[in-house]
């Protein structure tokens, strides 16, 4: 009989599987990276317990086509400056992906909040844009130009912060106790340069970030890196406080009847 691909795996199989992932060469990436400071009681609303607010309301969008064996993608993402028991990070609102390939793992593994979506860097001459899009919207739009290089960091970590968890069957609640993550990425970059330019962000029911406005730019670069991500649960949260954040997660038609947060501007 041929084998039936949908059958059980070998052990050696899942070995080899695993080997061969912990051997990937670095990949790498061509990003536009634009932080700015937006309103504190808005970044403040945003972050479910535990997370709490940075010391400054930054929101960072990371717009990247990134150089993968066999086929590019595009990869986004949308976060604001969090702090965890002292330890400070991001936590990521959404990251659109251009393949599924993508999306399922860092969702199903890490918790990221992964959705497909269209994501775009463009660069002629020293004209730059750079867009995520969802639903035929461009919700984040950076475009400018190159104004010069600028100095190589040394390799950097950063943190990430996601919630795993998996909603109940029956729709109330969680199937199990829902746990924070850390994920630490360890980057290196081999090109950075400055842009003169704007970010704009346009209304979107499904990706909300216009309630996160630009304040000022603080951070306005295009270059090329590559990073590895290592993942680790550092706990289980209150299930009751975080419920009323997972609609963040998804797109959900009632997030047009929502209102601003109290307080925003």
Same mark, same amino acid.
């Given at each position: ?115 497909? #979506? /269209?994501? +775009?860097?463009?660069?002629? =001459?020293?004209? !730059?844009?750079? *867009?995520? %899009? ?88 295009? #270059? /090329?890196? +590559?990073?590895?991500?290592? =993942?680790?649960? !550092?706990?289980? *949260?209150? %299930? ?26």
């Amino acid at each position: 009989m041929a084998r039936v691909r949908y059958g059980a795996r070998t052990g050696e199989e899942i070995s080899a599987a695993r080997a061969a992932s912990s051997r990937l060469p670095d990949i790498w990436s061509t990003g536009v990276v634009a932080v700015w400071e937006s309103d504190p009681d808005a970044v403040a609303a945003v972050l479910p317990p535990p997370l709490g607010p940075a010391g400054r309301p930054l929101v960072r969008a990371n717009i990247s086509k990134v150089d993968l064996p066999g086929y590019p993608l595009g990869a986004g993402s949308v976060a604001v400056a969090a702090v965890h028991e002292g330890v400070e990070g991001w936590y990521p609102l959404v990251m659109p992906m251009t393949h599924e390939r993508a999306l399922t793992g860092g969702r199903e593994v890490f918790g990221e909040p992964k959705k497909l #979506g /269209e994501v +775009t860097v463009e660069r002629d =001459g020293a004209t !730059v844009r750079a *867009v995520l %899009a969802r639903h035929g919207i461009a919700f984040v739009e950076v475009r400018g130009g190159v104004t010069g290089p600028l100095p190589l960091p040394g390799p950097r970590e950063k943190v990430d912060f996601y919630f795993k968890f998996l909603p109940a069957v029956d729709g109330q609640g969680f199937d199990t106790e829902p746990v924070l993550v850390h994920c630490t990425r360890h980057e290196k970059v081999r090109r950075l340069e400055e842009i003169s330019g704007e970010v704009l962000l346009r209304e979107s029911a499904y990706d909300p970030v216009a309630d996160l406005p630009v304040r000022r730019v603080v951070e306005l670069t295009i #270059g /090329e890196k +590559t990073t590895d991500q290592r =993942g680790r649960v !550092v706990g289980p *949260v209150d %299930a009751q406080a975080l419920l009323p954040y997972i609609h963040q997660r998804y797109d959900d038609p009632q997030q047009i009847l929502d209102g601003p947060p109290e307080g925003s501007v």
